[in-house]
């Protein structure tokens, strides 16, 4: 304790400060507060609230997104742009799997076909041959048939190269297609684009020379039909006159369409060459060579056997698949637009 005077320490029971003098009081007792009975009640049980269970809200449905074209099964690189993939799926689709092979089919068929017509005709020759009864005769007809033979056997299997060169490349562009683990390569695509200008190239000078006949045989009509004319004959030689021209005109018609037709052919092929190079959508494929197809299928009909048949089939296939091509490749430009 301390003095109240000098703040001196001291220690009771002392009654005078031993510094100042002052004298010290014992400090009162702190009276102590009593303890209160506290009554015990019991716990009263507080009611429970339930939650209000709230009705579940249903997310709005949102309408389905639908693409530009439908899937179609194929291999998908990571990495490449749409427009290759677009590209990459339909060279990897069933549809053109099928007309591939339907091709095939057409030109194996053909072959076959081109060997037992050169066949008969050697076998033809030898009947002749021996009803001849004649050694000078049965030695041309011989002769005769092995040419004839040979030279159709030749003559098919010459025109069927650029046909060859054809289903090599188309299968060379399926097989880069559906190869997941490689980007698709430009060398079946440049393959079929040779085999189809060696194919105009070919068909351009065959028909030019059936169009070099025909004026031939023209100016030989007219020639005739000045002379017919002196000996009264000139309704005959003016309508063999007429009909020449109207074949040359029909000749000519056909050579312009063939050539509109592995123009724009050709034009569509530089379309997915440049759509593989650069990866930019290129819809510039003509519906114009989908309907040469159509109208080609419908024609070989005409002739029906396996070998038209098979390759009827193709073309319609193939007709197809420019058309998909050419939409689905227009949806993408249009998605690229800003």
Sequence with gaps: MFCPHCGTPYEAPASFCVKCGAHLTAPAPVPQPEPVAVAQTEAQPQPVV?????????????????????PVSAPVVPGEPPAVDLARRTAASPLFLIAVI????????????????????????????????DAEMEALFSEFSSAMSGGMIAGTLIGMIPTILILIGLWM?????????????LRGLALVKGAVVTELVVMAVGMG???????????????????????????????GSVVIVLLILLLVGLLVLYIVYYRKTLKSIDAALNTVRTGLPNSKVSI???????????????????ATLASSAAQVLFGVILIQ??????????ADMP
Excluded: H, W
């Design 102 to 133: 339907c091709l095939t089919v057409s030109a194996v068929l053909s072959v076959i076909t081109s060997l037992f017509a050169g066949s008969s005709m050697e076998l033809f020759g030898e009947l002749m041959a021996e009803f001849s009864g």
């Design 173 to 185: 562009v399926y097989a880069s297609a559906a190869n997941r683990q490689q980007f698709l390569n």
């Design 50 to 70: 339930q939650p209000v269970a709230q009705p579940a809200v249903q997310p709005a449905a949102q309408p389905a997104v639908q693409p530009p074209f439908p």
């Design 209 to 239: 020379l059936v169009l070099l006949v025909m004026v031939l045989l023209l100016i030989v009509a007219l020639v005739g039909g000045a002379e017919a004319v002196l000996d009264s004959d000139a309704a005959v030689a003016a309508i």
């Design 325 to 334: 091509y050419r939409d689905r490749m227009r949806a993408l430009e249009k």
């Design 288 to 306: 114009f060579v989908a309907v040469m197809c159509f109208i080609g299928a419908a024609g070989v009909l005409g002739s029906p056997s396996l």
